[in-house]
């Protein structure tokens, strides 16, 4: 009987570890994204029935991943603005896939064309 009681306790003590550990210390958070530079190339506007702007640009973005564990990238990178989509005018991938180390922050320099119509 004494025995279950102490192999009860040691359970129930190593449960409540647990869940605190999981809880607190190995929580995943999101990375956070940020844009560090943008500088802009080329801005084109066309004022025909379609109205429409172009624009090609080279930034640096920064990854940053609080978490203790790497992250994987796959394709980061999209523009918004106001809710709509902004598609790539070339279409290609601005980003290559690749990891962000724990802890660390990642810098990603490239060079978009983006287009849309107002």
Do not use: W
């Not at 598609?87 to 690749?98: K, N, P, R, T, Y």
């Amino acid at each position: 009987m004494k025995r279950l009681c102490i192999i009860t306790i040691i359970v129930l003590l190593f449960t409540v570890v647990v869940l605190v550990f999981t809880t607190t210390i190995f929580h995943v958070h999101t990375p956070k994204f940020r844009i560090r530079s943008m500088t802009i190339d080329e801005l084109t506007t066309k004022s025909s029935s379609n109205n429409a702007i172009d624009m090609k640009f080279e930034a640096e973005i920064g990854i940053k991943n609080t978490n203790f564990g790497h992250f994987d990238l796959k394709n980061p990178v999209g523009f918004f603005y106001r809710g709509t989509h902004l598609a790539l005018a070339d279409g290609d991938v601005l980003v290559e896939e690749g990891k962000v180390k724990p802890r660390s922050t990642k810098k990603i320099q490239f060079t978009a064309e983006i287009g849309t119509k107002i």
